[in-house]
């Protein structure tokens, strides 16, 4: 059987393949979409969002799984630079925010005054995390509100906590939520691009960084997740 070393060169030269011709069908289809081939008839622009949707969805899903891969191996290189937890909490929440209200849905974002002005991280990987949480919350939430909160511990941590208003997680499928691909028997509100993956991948990211991610909660009333992540302070930018 090959080595993990093995398996995570093979997934990066697929990955590097595979995202070839998915660029290319995304950046047609876009072409398709702005009308800079000829005009399209409704049906045919039709087709070509689809297209371009699920090119991207696609190249998402294929990203996500090189990405989870790499974490579960200890294989992702980290860029730690200094950053504003507040503003980047904000950022992060940008594209879920818009996702969640086009549902109807409230969205709230709560940053504690205990959270230091600037932190040390890296901070894409500190976005994948929440954003992989938020889109769990949206895709489950039928209706109600999605909240994210952000604290710091007395141990130099910083806490993000994702609450919902959805059907909750039923007993038998708690010790499942954290295996890749697994989706469980209720259908998502909205597609996802991770295909059973967000979770998972997030769990992978924040046990490389040193973090914990656990479900602290769950109820007919909706779901709570935590992660907690050990980070440096640094001076304000």
């Not at 040390?120 to 992989?132: K, P, Y």
Request: hydrophobic content about 45%; glycine content about 8%; proline content about 5%.
């Amino acid at each position: 059987m090959p080595e993990s070393s093995e398996i995570i060169l093979l997934l990066r030269k697929m990955g590097h393949d595979m995202r070839v011709p998915l660029n290319t069908l995304i950046s047609t289809s876009d072409m398709l979409v702005e009308g800079l081939y000829d005009p399209l008839t409704s049906k045919q622009a039709r087709a070509a969002i689809r297209l371009q949707r699920n090119s991207r969805r696609l190249l998402a899903i294929l990203d996500d799984f090189v990405t989870y891969i790499k974490a579960d191996a200890g294989e992702l290189n980290l860029t730690l630079k200094s950053f504003a937890p507040r503003a980047a909490l904000t950022a992060w929440c940008g594209e879920v925010r818009a996702a969640a209200e086009a549902k109807g849905l409230v969205f709230q974002v709560t940053t504690a005054e205990t959270v230091p002005a600037s932190l040390v991280g890296d901070e894409a990987i500190l976005s994948r995390i929440v954003q992989a949480l938020l889109w769990n919350a949206v895709a489950y939430t039928a209706q109600g509100q999605i909240g994210i909160t952000s604290d710091w511990t007395p141990g130099g941590e910083w806490l993000i906590s994702v609450q919902d208003s959805g059907s909750g997680i039923s007993d038998e499928n708690k010790s499942h939520i954290f295996e890749p691909f697994w989706r469980g028997d209720e259908r998502p509100q909205i597609p996802t691009a991770g295909a059973g993956l967000g979770l998972p991948l997030a769990l992978a990211l924040a046990t490389l960084i040193k973090g914990q991610l656990v479900l602290k909660e769950t109820s007919v009333q909706g779901s709570h997740f935590c992660v907690q992540i050990p980070l440096e302070t640094a001076a304000p930018q």
